[in-house]
């Protein structure tokens, strides 16, 4: 909330509403003649904004994906804040039917829109051992990524892969046990749900499309979860803010002029909130201002 510096009668967009707790948060600070646009992927999450949020007048609400947020109208006029909180949704991990869990046995879905695209199951079905392998590796950094492929299409031919238990204990028979800290599924499990939702392709359009509607002096904080989301935010902020580095050997650039300012560089959770919520253990906040007066 302070990295978004939320102005009274300003116009903010959460792009990954979940179950409002940013929102609300955001409300707090808006006064009579702010706004606020939410939008999520998810049709549960999209419920239960019309349950509790839509009453108020200074509510928005649209069902998609924060990648499309230039396509909605409400967001035409400029927005003085964009929020996203990337990843998976707590509710989305406990409510052990969407999926997402290894740890909880439910049907292998993974997607984020259950109204559209492909389950996990239904990919793990038909894709090749090669374009397995690619996503465990590109998407999950899975060292052991050719070999669980393998063993994963082995399997498939007796058994079809329909449930998170049945996937999980799987991987965990080609990668072992270990130390017992991180599941040994977690690697392949976070990889398989990013592909499945497109989720660093959204990623680098949501903050292309953030970066257009957002006025001068305008503010967009991220939270990201794993390295590979970081490194997108981290390195488009760069890129809008720094110029690139000179080469002698071509011709002189244009001047740079930079379009966003690095507010904030990588914040993470303190002991305090960690004590209070464990899963904030790997969240990173970046915030960066639009170029401008604001």
Known sequence: MDGLRVKSDGC????????????????????????LLLMDKDPDAIAHAEAHFTADARVSLHHGSFADMAHWPAAGGGLDGVLLDLGVSSPQLDVAERGFSFRQDGPLDMRMDTSRGQSAAEWLAQASEKDIADVLWLYGEEKLSRRIARVLVAKRAD????????????IAGVVGRGDGKIHPATRSFQAIRIYINR?????EAGLQAAHDLLKPGGRLAV????????????????????????NRRMPAAAPFRPTLHDVSGALKAGDDELAENPRARSAVLRVAEKAGTA
């Open 199 to 203: 989720e660093l392709a959204d990623l």
């Open 159 to 170: 058994t079809p892969f329909t449930r998170t238990a049945q996937l999980a204990e799987c």
């Open 12 to 35: 903010y967009l959460d792009g990954t509403f979940g179950r409002g707790g940013h929102a609300r948060g955001i409300l707090d600070r808006l006064g009579p003649d702010g706004r």
């Open 223 to 246: 939270i990201s979860f794993h390295s590979l989301e970081d490194r997108i935010v981290k390195q488009f902020i760069a890129k809008c803010a720094k110029a690139p580095a000179g």
